[in-house]
């Protein structure tokens, strides 16, 4: 079974072999065919700008396959297909037909991420008109990268995964954009170093690249407006969907306000009910956009980080709408030992507790990762 074939798959990697996917996509090559790809690559916001594309894709018409990570609850929220999560028991049966075309060396030397990348493709190979493919962690390296693009979509570039990517903007930046083929679209950067970068590389390997702006008319800005207010989208978001119309007005297809309406991924401050958001950021940028989004009300956060996040400088950017922390408990051998938090928060002086029960005149905020918003949501539904 799929499940149990990629439970024996670590989900992380202390190294990576970064010519594994090349080699083994280019020996099986033939068995895959595809319409237009768009690759969306970037620190933040790579899921709702995809997810808003594909929406508007598949509602024009055109058979439309999205593939975003990681998941929250169930593995095939991964891979989704005109509007739709594809089941399980399809995945299954790609996950054959994959088998099929691997040698058993490759299939089990190849990452949960490469394998996953892979089925989605097959999956959406021969039926596609439109793919959105939306990179891991990475850019040049990343298993997204092996695919023939029409258009590479960079969303805001900052620090994050810095033992994979570089502790600097502009190594970050090398990687990131080192993926795109022939033409990119850039959403605003608040790094100097990205554009820099982008320079370079765009006179080095003759890729053209936009400014989303250049592909927003008037009628585009009140088609955000409009679709914002009915959506109570806030600003990041807004960004995002702005994204998502500079790529359909690059392809040159038209779009309706509708057709963008209730296509919000879920777990992007996202409101379970009227006093309880969850949001599966995890780092600096993120921490940024949900401050400005929510300020200046006060909030309970329910948290934990990973032990490869700067949570001392996420929670001070987060404390002005903090009323106080409640630590939730996850078992994942990635999260910071809880003591660290805590020191963490009485530098701070952020006063904190453990969850144990969602109050109802309280309001809160769940934040950290795709797994704190997952422990909650399995303790929260029950």
């Given amino acids: ?40 690559i970037g620190t933040n916001g790579k899921g709702t700008t995809g997810r808003f594309l594909a929406t508007a894709l598949s509602r024009s018409g055109f058979n439309t396959g999205h593939y975003t990570s990681p998941h929250i609850l169930t593995f095939n929220e991964r891979i989704w297909f005109n509007e739709k999560d594809v089941s399980m028991e399809e995945l299954e ?44 962690l990475g850019g040049c390296d990343d298993a997204t990268a092996v695919f023939e693009k029409e258009l590479t979509l960079v969303t805001p570039i900052d620090k994050d995964h810095e033992a994979f990517l570089g502790r600097s903007i502009d190594a970050i930046a090398r990687k990131k954009l080192g993926a795109i083929q022939k033409a990119a679209i850039i959403a605003k950067q608040s790094h100097g170093d990205v554009y820099e970068v982008l320079r370079e590389l765009q006179e080095s390997r003759g890729f053209v690249s936009y400014d989303y702006k250049e592909f927003l008319e008037d009628r585009d800005r009140d088609a955000l407006y409009r679709i914002a207010k009915h959506e109570k989208l806030p600003e990041y978001l807004r960004e995002n969907l702005s994204m998502a119309i500079a790529a359909l007005n690059y392809l040159q297809l038209s779009y309706r306000v509708e057709d963008f309406y209730n296509a919000r991924l879920f777990g992007r401050l996202t409101k379970l009910n009227e006093n309880i958001i969850v949001d599966v950021g995890h780092n600096l940028l993120a921490a940024k956009s949900i401050f400005e989004s929510l300020k200046p009300k006060k909030y309970i956060l329910i948290y934990n980080s990973y032990k490869d996040k700067n949570y001392k400088e996420i929670l001070s950017v987060l404390k002005p709408i903090i009323e106080y922390v409640e630590l939730i408990d996850v078992y994942n051998n990635r999260i ?8 963490a928060l009485d530098l701070l002086e952020i006063s904190y ?17 795709f797994s704190v918003v997952e422990a909650f949501l399995k303790e929260y539904r029950g």
């Fill in 336 to 343: 910071e030992e809880s003591c660290y938090i805590q020191e």
């Fill in 1 to 40: 079974m799929l499940e149990d074939f990629l439970d024996k798959k670590p989900l992380y990697y202390d190294e990576i072999d970064y010519e594994r996917m090349p080699r083994v996509y280019r020996r099986i090559k033939e068995h895959f065919s595809f319409g237009k790809i768009i690759h969306i």
């Fill in 93 to 136: 049966e790609t996950h054959k037909k994959l088998l099929s075309v691997l040698t058993q060396e490759e299939a089990d030397s190849l990452s949960y991420f490469e394998y996953t990348t892979l089925l989605a493709m097959l999956y959406f190979s021969h039926q596609s008109d439109y793919i959105i493919l939306e990179a891991g």
């Fill in 353 to 369: 507790r453990k969850f144990e029960q969602i109050q109802e005149d309280k309001s809160y905020l769940v934040f950290g990762s």
